[in-house]
């Protein structure tokens, strides 16, 4: 535990904390819109997916706590970098220079990240802690998105994600070390691609259920 007290006293080390805990949610995110897109086989193809993950039972606790604990540290570790950098700089500039390279992504990165959180959140209370007993995760899914309010709602939150996913991606990498001239733009060509599938992977799912329903 001390290793962990002393990597993320430094902004260096709260930065490299970032990074691993980003790149964990980049790979989650990659497996779990790969598990959704199984809703356009059908509501039998997508309750098979859903039932075989519900039967792993401890291995997915385990990865739930997993999930839970790089959360905890991505969240708090982007809290305090940016509470350490707003006490730095209280004053705004007058001009706001977009040179250097800032982005959409970049300048908003605190922001999308809080967005996120809440929207995690929401989605967790309704599709995931919710009585099942009777039903099937798709006949919740569709359900939810047969309401505009949530269609839209989860939409807006996908161009979020992507927001955020399109700096984060190569970001995590410069913050690893990767930062050569040769590879960097690699990494941000990749990560607004990855960005773009995962918006529009999740995106057009509450489009698509929205429209059977």
């Known amino acids: 535990m001390n ?3 002393n990597t993320l006293g430094t902004s260096v080390g709260k930065k490299v904390m970032m990074a691993i805990t980003g790149l964990g949610f980049i ?19 997508f309750n098979s997916y859903a039932d075989h993950l519900h039967s792993l039972g401890p291995l997915i606790t385990l990865a739930e706590l997993g999930l839970l604990t790089l ?5 708090g570790t982007g ?22 390279g800032r982005t959409i992504g970049s300048g908003t990165m605190p922001y999308t990240g809080i967005l996120m ?23 919740i899914v569709s359900v939810a ?30 913050s690893l070390g990767a930062n ?5 733009p690699i990494f941000q060509i990749a990560g607004i691609a990855f960005s773009i599938v995962v918006g529009l992977g999740f995106g057009f799912i509450p489009i698509y259920i929205s429209i059977l329903a």
């Open 3 to 5: 290793w962990l007290m």
């Open 27 to 45: 790979g989650f995110l990659a497996g779990h819109l790969a598990g959704n897109l199984t809703i356009y086989g059908g509501k039998d193809s």
């Open 71 to 75: 959360a905890l540290i991505h969240v």
């Open 79 to 100: 809290l305090l970098l940016f509470f350490q950098n707003w006490k730095a700089r209280p004053v705004r500039y007058a001009v706001n220079n977009r040179g250097g």
């Open 117 to 139: 959180l809440a929207f995690v959140v929401f989605h967790l209370l309704n599709f995931h802690f919710v009585d099942k007993t009777h039903t099937t995760i798709f006949e």
């Open 145 to 174: 998105f047969s309401n505009p309010v949530y269609v839209t709602l989860y939409v807006a939150a996908m161009i979020v994600v992507a927001v955020h996913v399109s700096h984060g991606f190569w970001s995590a990498f410069q």
């Open 180 to 184: 050569h001239p040769k590879y960097m």
